[in-house]
């Protein structure tokens, strides 16, 4: 896969401009996989990045997960949430499809580390991971997408077969040029610390599964 370096520029993105700013090819227990990251300029120390299988072949239908950043569970293996296993699941099936994974800075639904670890302590102290975003006078959910059309505009993918639960991804891609041709699920078995918080997603915020 060529680096490019060209400035990839969206007004109607609310303005994102990034580049590739590095990659390499990185083996993984799922396979190769080229990491790209994308940031306003190389001293960014926090980019997005894209985790593209040395298969994908651009311009062809790719399966494809938006993945928010989550420290707690992606790195530390957390219970509280299925973000890890959300992460190993996408990357299994990514790998075996020759897709992409886009892995989005927005710790926390777009908090941040420290107002989760904050939301933690309020939801220990019986709220909601909703109620505890709106005691601590934050957005439920700030996660924006726009830097991952770009992206994807970027890896030249114009149809997907998207894997996720959540609408407001697929609303979001139906809002640019991607094509969403299907949407795959991501259905993880809940766990006794963390299914009043999957619960609350099915039944508060929407999300595509039914578990309970």
């Given at each position: 896969m060529e680096l490019k370096a060209e400035i990839i520029t969206r007004p109607s993105m609310s303005e994102h401009?990034?580049?590739?700013?590095?990659?390499?090819?990185?083996?993984?227990?799922w396979g190769n996989f080229h990491m790209l990251a994308y940031a306003e300029s190389e001293e960014e120390w926090m980019p997005h990045l894209a985790l593209v299988h040395e298969d994908f072949e651009p311009g062809k239908p790719t399966l494809v997960r938006l993945h928010s950043e989550c420290i707690t569970g992606d790195l530390f293996g957390s219970?509280?949430?299925?973000?890890?296993?959300?992460?190993?699941?996408?990357l299994k099936h990514i790998a075996e499809a020759g897709g992409m994974l886009l892995y989005l800075r927005q710790e926390g639904r777009g908090i941040g580390i420290i107002n989760k670890l904050k939301a933690y302590q309020l939801q220990d102290q019986g709220l909601n991971t909703i109620d505890a975003n709106i005691h601590l006078g934050l957005e439920v959910d700030g996660r924006q997408y726009g830097i991952a059309v770009a992206m994807l505009q970027d890896?030249?993918?114009?149809?997907?077969h998207l894997l996720t639960n959540n609408p407001e991804k697929l609303n979001a891609l139906d809002q640019s040029n991607i094509e969403v041709l299907t949407r795959v699920p991501i259905v993880i078995p809940p766990k006794a610390e963390n299914a009043d918080y999957l619960k609350t997603k099915q039944e508060d915020m929407g999300h595509l599964f039914d578990l309970f």
């Open positions: 401009r990034i580049s590739r700013q590095a990659q390499a090819l990185i083996p993984t227990p219970k509280r949430c299925d973000c890890g296993e959300q992460l190993h699941y996408a890896l030249e993918v114009s149809q997907l």
